[in-house]
Each structure stands twice: as structure tokens, then as C-alpha cells.
């Protein structure tokens, strides 16, 4: 995980704590999270702090419950973006394969020297179903079973009702279940996937084959745009390989660097705008833009309307409008 990753993470963390009426900047300082030198560190010494902050959550609140009601599963917006890449950061261990129609999605948050508290579990899956619903433009969608490795608790009909589905524990894996139906909605395309047409999709998800080059670029861009316009020779080097390298090989998949470039901040501003809460000022400096003018103009490009225009219209009651989804497209292939 990167200073850039873990920095957001953490940010994202403490304010849905301090939104919850938790103390959390001393929490945190507790825990060994201060921003600066108290994030740079490997991974698995990161996973223990997080950890560690979770033990230090719990006790102050005394609610075991806490990981589910800060992070309760309903659209998001930093976490859409923050929650990928919490999940595919290095202190995440994952796999995904195919059961009946049905995808699982198993977790493990190993660690250095601490147990993992149940209660960063929960706010993980509760991260997961966000992400997906917004993704989806829906918030109906619901997972088709929850398996814990912990002990059952005395109130686990409030995971039931939280996830909005049948909660197991004492398993072996910690899982979440999805049909392929709800996953296929959440997928990026454009056009718009037609019905069944994501199973093949579907399918190298569940063989965990590699992403192509031009989405290993995407996911580095996304984690360097907080820092500034990133450049071309600055990826290439973090790639291991010379700019004429980089440039060849995205050429091959019928792309460009500005173009990448381009289409992930579209894309991360499509999410966050679409079911945001962040400040249009600071959405446009974790874009990598120099100044709000020129997210603004960015916006009037991609989405032919201003970015305020874009969070009026989402936050419109119901479901995403059909105007809105036809103004923001999906990440190009």
C-alpha cells in the first residue's frame, strides 16, 4: 500500500468515526496512526495499527457493533474509490470464485503481532456492498449469504438485517456471496453490458486472470493522482521500464498515457460525484487537478454539465436518474 493509499484510507476511516461521535484523533494517535511517519510503514505493521485502532474503537464506544453502524451499506462516495483500493491493498488477501450462477468473494486481513477484530470484518463487507451499489446505481442489491469465521454473537440478527441477507458464523472462510445478476450491473461498461454478457467477465474474475496493462496503468494512476498530474516517466519507472515501453505497450491495447490519464480521473470523478460526499474542491485536488477551475472544466468536457450541477442531480431522492447515468459514462474499455 502506498503513503498516497493508506493516507486516504485513514482519512476516510476518521471521518466516519468523528460523523459517529467518536473521538477519533486521539484513537488514532493512540493507535499509531497519525498522518506522516505513523503511516509509513509495511503493510502488515499497517494492518496491526488498523487493527489495534478497531480494539481501541470498540472499547470506547462499548458497541461491538460499531464496524456495521459507521459504515452502514448504502451508496458512498470516498469509499467507492478508497474502498477498492483498501481491498486490493497488500494487507488484504482475497479470492473470488464461481458457485452456481453465484460469485464468493472470500477475505482474510492477516497480521503481524494482533487478531483482527470482527469489527474491521464488518466495516470491510459493509465497504464491499457499498462500493457495489453505487456502482450499480442501486441500493436494493444485497449479498446472497455472509460467512464469518467468528463465533456467533448474542445480536446476529442485526447482521442480518444490516446485510439484508442470511448471516452464517463459525465458518471457514469469511465470504461474501453475490448472484452473477447483481455483479453484472456493477460492472464498468459502455455500452452498458446487455443481459448475460457479462459472464464471460464474470468468468476470468473467477480464474483470477491478471487485468490488462492499460488497468495495472489505471490502478497506479488512480493511487498517484492525489499527489499531482502524474507523468509519464514517473509511471514508467514504478513499472520497471522505459517510457518508450510504456507507451508501446498501451498503444498495443489501443490507448495512450493521456488518455489513460484522461479516463480514470472521468472515471473516479463519475463515482464520487455520482454518490459523493467529498468537497468539489478537494475531489479536485485528489484528481490531480492544479485547481478547481480545471476540474470544473474537465467536467463540462466529460459530462457536458458543471460538477455542482452533477451533485444536485444525484442526490435527488431515489435511485441514480437515467439522465444522470446517461451523463457520466462508464470507464471505457
Not at 58 to 84: F, N, T, Y
Not at 190 to 213: D, M, Q, R
Not at 217 to 237: E, F, M, N, W, Y
Request: include cysteine; proline fraction near 7%.
Amino acid at each position: 500500500m502506498s503513503y498516497s493509499s493508506a493516507l486516504h484510507l485513514v482519512r476516510g476511516v476518521k471521518s466516519r468515526l468523528t460523523s459517529s461521535g467518536v473521538a477519533a484523533d486521539a484513537l488514532f494517535a493512540e493507535a499509531g496512526l497519525s498522518e506522516g511517519e505513523g503511516l509509513a510503514c509495511d503493510a502488515l505493521t499497517l494492518s496491526d495499527k488498523l487493527s489495534h485502532l478497531w480494539e481501541l474503537v470498540v472499547a470506547q464506544s462499548g458497541d461491538p457493533l460499531i464496524g456495521l453502524k459507521i459504515s452502514s451499506p448504502h451508496r458512498l462516495g470516498w469509499l467507492g474509490v478508497m474502498g477498492h483500493i483498501m481491498l486490493v491493498s497488500p494487507t488484504v488477501q482475497s479470492s473470488i470464485e464461481r458457485c452456481h450462477g453465484n460469485t464468493r468473494v472470500g477475505l482474510l486481513l492477516p497480521g503481524a503481532q494482533r487478531v483482527v477484530p470482527q469489527q474491521r470484518y464488518d466495516f470491510v463487507w459493509c465497504v464491499l456492498l457499498r462500493s457495489l451499489r453505487c456502482a450499480a446505481g442501486r441500493d436494493d442489491i444485497a449479498p446472497v449469504v455472509v460467512e464469518y469465521t467468528f463465533p456467533e454473537p448474542a445480536n446476529a440478527h442485526i447482521y442480518q438485517e444490516t446485510f439484508g441477507c442470511p448471516v452464517k458464523f463459525n465458518m471457514p472462510q469469511n465470504v461474501m456471496e453475490f448472484s452473477d445478476t447483481d455483479l453484472v450491473m456493477a460492472l464498468p461498461a459502455n455500452p452498458p453490458l446487455a443481459a448475460g454478457s457479462g459472464a464471460p467477465v464474470l468468468a476470468s474474475l473467477a480464474k483470477a486472470e491478471p487485468p490488462t496493462f492499460s488497468a495495472k496503468v489505471q490502478a497506479l494512476l488512480a493511487s498517484l493522482l492525489p499527489k499531482g498530474p502524474p507523468h509519464r516517466d514517473d509511471v514508467a519507472a514504478q513499472l520497471m521500464m522505459s517510457e518508450r515501453t510504456l507507451q508501446r505497450r498501451l498503444a498495443e491495447e489501443g490507448t495512450s498515457f493521456t488518455s489513460l490519464v484522461d479516463d480514470t480521473r472521468r472515471e473516479l470523478a463519475r463515482q464520487s460525484l455520482s454518490c459523493g460526499e467529498l468537497s468539489l474542491k478537494m475531489l479536485s485536488f485528489q484528481l490531480g487537478f492544479s485547481e478547481p477551475s480545471a476540474f470544473y472544466r474537465a467536467c463540462k468536457r466529460w459530462f457536458g454539465m458543471a460538477p455542482s450541477d452533477i451533485v444536485h442531480m444525484a442526490h435527488q431522492s431515489g435511485p441514480e436518474p437515467e439522465s444522470l447515468q446517461a451523463g457520466l459514462p462508464r470507464k471505457s474499455a
